[in-house]
């Protein structure tokens, strides 16, 4: 995901989809297009309790993009500086290659405008200091934004003091 | 310029505070107001609002009806000649009728006060508001035990040890400041059981799911006494000082052994007792959650009471992690709260009597102050106890909130006057005479609102961005009807300036305190009053009535003994609910939450569906002796063989809102007109219903 992670905490996530309306709300995304999805099992049954569980999809960023490798008229490009993969609109020809390049056909057509568009991780409000929509609209914190090495640092700080607090030194 | 503005939402009733990101008129994001810890996000109801700005299907301007009722034939008019339009029909039709020819609802909101003051002005007894068909019998119940409404009261979720949910579905109804709060107590080891007959989002989460027969709480929570008393679970000290009636309950539970109770509500004895332990254990930390919006029955009162009362069992009323009592001003010190438009003095009015009977012999211990709403139909139809004429549906729309469509839709047609004030073209609204279209909550200010509860606040809603359409707010639109009815002097404001300095009048507070935050505390710490000798219940006897003077006193058993709840071998109880998607009926038509619920289903039991030959997302009918309707079959192992079930508010039959026009099947076209003659509600959940292959 360039330089960021976006990390689905399941416990927290209620699938209540805020995370997909603002997504749609904030980047115009016309009706059955969907750049982050949140995708949810169950509930079903695990030892006799119902049980659910959910993961948020945005597009990865990949490092070697296959959509941006496909697309013909080099309408798709990555920031250098984190590694973000979007799609320049006005250079975008509409012949879909990006959405059948990607392994899990990520960038969504805009029948409104003949063209493709793809989650960019609101690479705005990223530049203004802010997290995507999707994750600052999540009413539960359900969905984290960071560097992997920050997510990888709290996670670990996290279950590492929870660990203490349980066996405090004698 | 970016500005950031401190709002209240209104995509439901919760009115969450929101932050709203706003540049050049335009909406940038909505977020949680990060002032209030809780309210790290909002649900998407609130992510879609902007959804309805711009929207073409939205009401756009005042609207005259010029076909027959129902026909989607209009005229645009201006506000002058709808308003005059309006008071002029008025005006010809109380002068024959009466003033009590009026019937206003609503939905509860900010603007309440100032409707109030509106029929008290015209002269008219006639009120009901949305509460009495969500949760009408709660409110009687907690009146019965401790003398507060339910809305006078709230649960400490975010300190609770264990909470115990009856179709309490709280991460789909999801207010954002609860949710968290329980996700937060979870993580901190709450435990939460929930007790449904179908398996909601909240129940997947919750860490024991009860599948119980549809109907039969009242024997669960009968049984969960039985073994509370019969193993001294309770809090005795508690219980000593603050219980009126103990030893009747306790004799009353003794024959409803959990060997009874797992006959009638199929879950086993061994996981009542359990259950039993287990929440006496974590007391007073334990909520017995008294919920809506699910097991709506005839005795639906009972089964809320008991739910206090186990409440009580546990000492856990006005205990951290419980339930507790909502502060106000005065608690906090001040020597006044907010000055209401409904307080001044009115001339009397030349009848009194109700149409729906709350407050006398049909009704006698229903909350007038919401009404019994449940009534209107039968009340127009039968002119009994005089005809009514006019309905001001303001923002809300009884047709698809009551039980038994046709009834209600015979009794909005024999009205003389349909006055609608909505967003959007509802049910009621797409058969009135004249439209008052309201502006967006975005694009409106408010009244102040008194937030009650533990750290008492007040709250303000600001207008966002200009409205998009020619829209209104209603105090204004209100007080311009009552000018033209020759009675504006009860509207003591030209702007909303003025209104919220009337309000704030005796507070001493300045408004430009809201600027920073969107509210203003008026204590910054939580008040708790003392559980040994400072409980201020609110009861005749000042204490927590299991035998309860209000019922008694008005000719009802404090303990009617259960009835068996039978149900035919080929029918289903048909249960009715809701998703975070949706508010009631206003929503379905939204842009985005369209998209994301566009119709319901029927949950149908996976056994039961196989013997009918029913598979999965095929179309079923489904009837009731009141009504039918085809709808698609969800067909899961995730609801109980007796009940089926199926989301609220969807059917839609106004053309006008194309998105959810006959997407699904109303539950109103279904449910049959029983309810609790008590305590107010209607019986939504209490239906028999058929379900078979649609040809
Ligand atoms: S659209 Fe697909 S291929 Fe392109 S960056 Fe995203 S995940 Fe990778
Ligand atoms: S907004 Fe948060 S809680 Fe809701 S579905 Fe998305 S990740 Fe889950």
């Given at each position: 995901?360039?330089?960021?992670?976006?990390?689905?905490?399941?416990?927290?996530?209620?699938?209540?989809?805020?995370?997909?309306?603002?997504?749609?709300?904030?980047?115009?995304?016309?009706?059955?297009?969907?750049?982050?999805?949140?995708?949810?099992?169950?509930?079903?049954?695990?030892?006799?309790?119902?049980?659910?569980?959910?993961?948020?999809?945005?597009?990865?960023?990949?490092?070697?993009?296959?959509?941006?490798?496909?697309?013909?008229?080099?309408?798709?490009?990555?920031?250098?500086?984190?590694?973000?993969?979007?799609?320049?609109?006005?250079?975008?020809?509409?012949?879909?290659?990006?959405?059948?390049?990607?392994?899990?056909h990520i960038p969504q057509w805009d029948a409104d405008a003949g063209k493709a568009m793809k989650c960019d991780l609101c690479m705005d409000r990223i530049d203004e200091g802010q997290e995507p929509a999707c994750v600052a609209a999540c009413p539960t914190n359900a969905l984290q934004f960071g560097e992997p090495a920050q997510l990888s640092h709290k996670a670990r700080e996290e279950y590492g003091l929870s660990l203490l607090k349980r066996n405090p030194a004698k | 310029m970016r500005k950031k503005i401190y709002t209240l939402c209104f995509m439901c009733s919760v009115r969450c505070p929101i932050a709203v990101v706003?540049?050049?008129?335009?909406?940038?994001?909505?977020?949680?107001?990060?002032?209030?810890?809780a309210m790290k996000g909002v649900c998407p109801k609130g992510a879609a609002a902007v959804g309805w700005?711009?929207?073409?299907?939205?009401?756009?301007?005042?609207?005259?009806?010029?076909?027959?009722?129902?026909?989607?034939?209009?005229?645009?008019?201006?506000?002058?000649?709808?308003?005059?339009?309006?008071?002029?029909?008025?005006?010809?039709?109380?002068?024959?009728?009466?003033?009590?020819?009026?019937?206003?609802?609503?939905?509860?909101?900010?603007?309440?006060?100032?409707?109030?003051?509106?029929?008290k002005a015209i002269g008219s007894p006639n009120y009901f508001s949305h509460d009495t068909i969500c949760k009408g019998s709660v409110n009687t119940a907690c009146r019965t035990v401790i003398g507060y409404t339910d809305g006078q009261i709230s649960a400490d979720w975010s300190n609770a040890r264990h909470v115990i949910l009856y179709g309490r579905n709280v991460f789909e109804s999801m207010e954002v400041k609860a949710t968290n709060a329980l996700l937060d107590a979870m993580a901190k080891g709450a435990k939460v059981t929930s007790v449904d007959p179908r398996v909601s989002i909240t129940a997947a989460k919750s860490d024991q799911y009860m599948m119980i027969r549809p109907g039969t709480d009242l024997a669960l929570n009968y049984a969960l006494?039985?073994?509370?008393?019969?193993?001294?679970?309770?809090?005795?000290?508690?219980?000593?000082?603050?219980?009126?009636?103990?030893?009747?309950?306790?004799?009353?539970?003794?024959?409803?052994?959990?060997?009874?109770?797992?006959?009638?509500?199929?879950?086993?004895?061994?996981d009542i007792i359990r259950l039993a332990r287990e929440a006496s254990q974590a007391k007073p930390a334990v909520i017995f959650h008294y919920g809506y919006r699910a097991s709506h029955h005839p005795t639906e009162i009972y089964f809320r009471r008991s739910l206090i009362m186990l409440n009580a069992l546990m000492g856990s009323i006005e205990s951290p992690g419980g339930i507790f009592i909502k502060k106000g001003p005065k608690d906090a010190g001040l020597k006044a709260g907010i000055r209401k438009f409904s307080e001044q003095q009115f001339p009397a009015m030349e009848e009194t009597r109700r149409f729906d009977g709350c407050g006398e012999e049909k009704f006698p211990i229903a909350d007038t102050a919401h009404g019994v709403g449940a009534m209107f139909p039968s009340a127009v139809l039968n002119e009994d106890p005089y005809p009514i004429k006019v309905l001001f549906a303001f923002r809300f729309d009884?047709?698809?909130?009551?039980?038994?469509?046709?009834?209600s839709l015979r009794a909005l047609k024999k009205l003389d006057l349909i006055v609608s004030c909505d967003i959007n073209f509802g049910g009621t609204t797409s058969l009135a005479d004249v439209i008052l279209p309201e502006s967006l909550f975005l694009e409106r200010s408010d009244p102040l609102q008194m937030g009650a509860g533990l750290k008492p606040a007040v709250n303000r809603r600001i207008a966002c961005v200009r409205p998009g359409f020619d829209t209104k707010p209603m105090w204004w639109i209100l007080k311009q009807l009552a000018q033209r009815m020759g009675v504006g002097e009860y509207f003591p404001y030209e702007t909303i300036e003025d209104i919220w300095n009337y309000q704030l009048a005796d507070m001493g507070i300045p408004i430009a305190d809201f600027e920073q935050k969107g509210f203003v505390s008026l204590s910054d710490k939580a008040i708790w009053w003392d559980r040994e000798d400072g409980i201020k219940f609110k009861t005749?006897?000042?204490?927590?009535?299991?035998?309860?003077?209000?019922?008694?006193?008005?000719?009802?058993?404090?303990?009617?003994?259960?009835?068996?709840?039978?149900?035919?071998?080929?029918?289903?109880?048909?249960?009715?609910?809701?998703?975070?998607?949706?508010?009631?009926?206003?929503?379905?038509?939204?842009?985005?939450?369209?998209?994301?619920?566009?119709?319901?289903?029927?949950?149908?039991?996976?056994?039961?569906?196989?013997?009918?030959?029913?598979?999965?997302?095929?179309?079923?009918?489904?009837?009731?002796d009141t009504g039918k309707g085809q709808i698609r079959a969800f067909v899961t192992d995730m609801i109980h063989p007796e009940a089926v079930f199926m989301l609220h508010g969807f059917g839609h039959q106004e053309p006008e809102s194309r998105r959810s026009y006959q997407r699904g099947v109303a539950d109103a076209m279904i449910q049959d007109p029983i309810m609790d003659k008590v305590g107010g509600s209607p019986a939504l959940d209490h239906t028999l219903v058929r379900v078979k292959k649609a040809v």
């Open positions: 995901m360039g330089d960021y992670l976006i990390y689905t905490d399941a416990a927290k996530c209620i699938a209540c989809h805020s995370c997909e309306v603002a997504c749609k709300a904030k980047n115009n995304v016309p009706e059955g297009a969907t750049l982050g999805k949140i995708v949810v099992l169950g509930p079903r049954l695990i030892n006799g309790q119902p049980r659910m569980s959910s993961l948020f999809v945005p597009c990865f960023h990949c490092e070697d993009a296959w959509c941006m490798n496909a697309c013909p008229v080099d309408a798709i490009r990555k920031r250098n500086e984190d590694g973000l993969v979007y799609i320049l609109q006005e250079l975008c020809v509409g012949c879909k290659a990006c959405i059948l390049a990607c392994p899990w | 706003v540049e050049d008129d335009k909406i940038v994001s909505i977020e949680g107001n990060p002032h209030v810890p700005l711009n929207d073409p299907q939205r009401v756009r301007s005042p609207m005259i009806r010029t076909g027959p009722r129902g026909s989607g034939q209009w005229k645009k008019v201006s506000w002058d000649e709808a308003l005059d339009y309006t008071a002029d029909r008025c005006k010809e039709i109380f002068a024959k009728y009466g003033s009590k020819s009026a019937v206003y609802c609503e939905r509860v909101n900010l603007v309440t006060d100032i409707s109030k003051t509106f029929l006494m039985h073994v509370i008393i019969k193993e001294h679970l309770y809090d005795v000290k508690y219980v000593n000082r603050w219980v009126e009636g103990f030893d009747k309950l306790s004799a009353f539970v003794d024959p409803y052994t959990p060997e009874w109770a797992e006959t009638e509500t199929g879950i086993p004895a061994k009884p047709l698809y909130s009551n039980f038994d469509f046709q009834q005749p006897s000042g204490k927590i009535e299991f035998v309860s003077s209000l019922l008694e006193d008005n000719g009802f058993p404090s303990f009617p003994p259960y009835e068996a709840l039978e149900t035919p071998e080929d029918r289903f109880r048909l249960i009715v609910g809701r998703c975070v998607a949706h508010t009631n009926v206003m929503t379905q038509n939204n842009l985005y939450l369209n998209e994301l619920v566009p119709e319901n289903t029927l949950w149908i039991n996976e056994k039961r569906a196989e013997a009918l030959g029913i598979k999965d997302g095929e179309r079923v009918e489904i009837e009731s």
